[in-house]
């Protein structure tokens, strides 16, 4: 299950995201909100191409992707020397698959920042550093542990230690490890190590209604931060927590209403989980029938035997084919059958790359 961390300083809307989040109304008695402890939650992800599937199949169960969403304490300077949560909120960061960065992006008097004044780009620099600082002690660690073998000779300790130098020369210069262009091989060989800037990063811009946005204000703050993310190769969503938080106690037909009525353009849940999926490089798969339709999560770019293997080993391993179609389709020609008389289904083999949105049933031996 995909594991995304929620990051950022103290009184940022951390807190009023994943509560937002967890909160949500999603059509999946099988993912329901359930908290593993006070921070954690897993959430299903709402797909309106999964919920038609399932119309159309007359399936006794709808079962979305699942998010793991974390809501790390709030992230304060010094962390890395201990400071606040210090090395559990780090610890924490290092068990996720992806960095969700809180980032206040509007001026309001009544609501204190940390720093006094709002200013994005300082705020996403205090973070980075935070992260860099506790890679250059794990990057650091390592390569004194490693040094006996490097100086026996050992061919593996001294390949570590090379692609180890070049994050640590990254690092020092205040670059993310992500910003070192390593080789599959290199990326697998330092992987235990679980560098928290070689994780991907998705920013979330928090607006508020009724206060004074930054991408509103045009005093340069937004376009500065905005530019800083694109330099560090990472993608960014607008979202208004306090509103998303609002919007979940109110019935779902009536959220878009509400929405244009507060001057909210768009569903920033949705759009954050959307980014989610696009800085992970992860699409969507669907099987569907009487009994369930079920979204999978699969990354971009995978085979049909690897697309299968989010099912099941064997689906991989005793692979033969898939008959594959579209989702959109499947669903205008209105049955699984309509469609084969049609010849819109498709069998393909081992090579087929799986795209989203297609909907699949394997065969194996």
Same mark, same amino acid.
């Given at each position: 299950?995909?594991?995304?961390?929620?990051?950022?300083?103290?009184?940022?809307?951390?807190?009023?995201?994943?509560?937002?989040?967890?909160?949500?109304?999603?059509?999946?008695?099988?993912?329901?909100?359930?908290?593993? $402890?006070?921070?954690?939650?897993?959430?299903?992800?709402?797909?309106?191409?999964?919920?038609?599937?399932?119309?159309?199949?007359?399936?006794?169960?709808?079962?979305?992707? *699942?998010?793991?969403?974390?809501?790390?304490?709030?992230?304060?300077?010094?962390?890395?020397?201990?400071?606040?949560?210090?090395?559990?909120?780090?610890?924490?960061?290092?068990?996720?698959?992806?960095?969700?960065?809180?980032?206040?992006?509007?001026?309001?008097?009544?609501?204190?920042?940390?720093?006094?004044?709002?200013?994005?780009?300082?705020?996403?620099?205090?973070?980075?550093?935070?992260?860099?600082? *506790?890679?250059?002690?794990?990057?650091?660690?390592?390569?004194?542990?490693?040094?006996?073998?490097?100086?026996?000779?050992?061919?593996?300790?001294?390949?570590? $230690?090379?692609?180890?130098?070049?994050?640590?020369?990254?690092?020092?210069?205040?670059?993310?490890?992500?910003?070192?262009?390593?080789?599959?091989?290199?990326?697998?060989?330092?992987?235990?190590?679980?560098?928290?800037?070689?994780?991907?990063?998705?920013?979330?811009?928090?607006?508020?209604?009724?206060?004074?946005?930054?991408?509103?204000?045009?005093?340069?703050?937004?376009?500065?931060?905005? $530019?800083?993310?694109?330099?560090?190769?990472?993608?960014?969503?607008?979202?208004?927590?306090?509103?998303?938080?609002?919007?979940?106690?109110?019935?779902?037909?009536?959220?878009?209403?509400?929405?244009?009525?507060?001057?909210?353009?768009?569903?920033?849940?949705?759009?954050?989980?959307?980014?989610?999926?696009?800085?992970?490089?992860?699409?969507?798969?669907?099987?569907?029938?009487?009994?369930?339709?079920?979204?999978?999560?699969?990354?971009?770019?995978?085979?049909?035997?690897?697309?299968?293997?989010?099912?099941?080993? $064997?689906?991989?391993?005793?692979?033969?084919?898939?008959?594959?179609?579209?989702?959109?389709?499947?669903?205008?020609?209105?049955?699984?059958?309509?469609?084969?008389?049609?010849?819109?289904?498709?069998?393909?083999?081992?090579?087929?790359?799986?795209?989203?949105?297609?909907?699949?049933?394997?065969?194996?031996?």
């Amino acid at each position: 299950m995909l594991k995304i961390g929620i990051v950022g300083l103290p009184n940022v809307g951390k807190s009023t995201l994943f509560n937002a989040l967890t909160r949500q109304s999603v059509p999946a008695e099988n993912y329901p909100f359930c908290t593993i $402890d006070p921070s954690v939650g897993v959430v299903g992800v709402p797909d309106d191409r999964l919920d038609n599937l399932a119309k159309l199949s007359g399936s006794e169960k709808t079962i979305p992707a *699942a998010i793991e969403f974390v809501d790390i304490a709030g992230l304060v300077k010094g962390a890395s020397e201990g400071e606040g949560l210090g090395n559990q909120f780090l610890s924490h960061i290092r068990e996720v698959d992806a960095i969700l960065e809180m980032v206040r992006f509007f001026d309001d008097p009544d609501v204190i920042h940390v720093h006094g004044e709002v200013d994005p780009v300082r705020d996403i620099e205090v973070i980075n550093l935070e992260l860099i600082l *506790a890679d250059q002690q794990s990057v650091a660690g390592r390569r004194e542990r490693i040094m006996r073998d490097v100086r026996a000779g050992s061919k593996d300790a001294i390949t570590e $230690d090379a692609i180890l130098a070049k994050i640590e020369g990254a690092l020092a210069i205040g670059k993310l490890a992500r910003s070192v262009e390593l080789s599959p091989e290199e990326a697998k060989l330092i992987k235990s190590l679980n560098l928290l800037t070689l994780k991907p990063i998705l920013y979330a811009l928090n607006g508020k209604t009724g206060g004074h946005n930054l991408n509103e204000v045009n005093d340069g703050r937004a376009e500065a931060a905005i $530019d800083l993310i694109k330099s560090l190769g990472s993608q960014y969503v607008h979202v208004d927590a306090g509103t998303e938080r609002e919007l979940i106690e109110v019935a779902d037909e009536d959220q878009d209403m509400f929405r244009q009525e507060l001057g909210v353009q768009v569903n920033g849940l949705t759009e954050l989980i959307r980014g989610a999926y696009e800085t992970l490089g992860l699409i969507t798969f669907f099987t569907t029938g009487p009994k369930e339709s079920r979204a999978w999560t699969i990354t971009r770019g995978s085979t049909a035997p690897e697309a299968g293997a989010a099912i099941h080993t $064997d689906f991989k391993d005793k692979f033969i084919r898939a008959e594959t179609i579209g989702w959109q389709t499947l669903l205008q020609d209105g049955s699984w059958s309509a469609a084969r008389d049609k010849g819109d289904i498709r069998t393909e083999g081992k090579t087929y790359v799986v795209q989203d949105g297609d909907v699949m049933v394997f065969l194996h031996s």
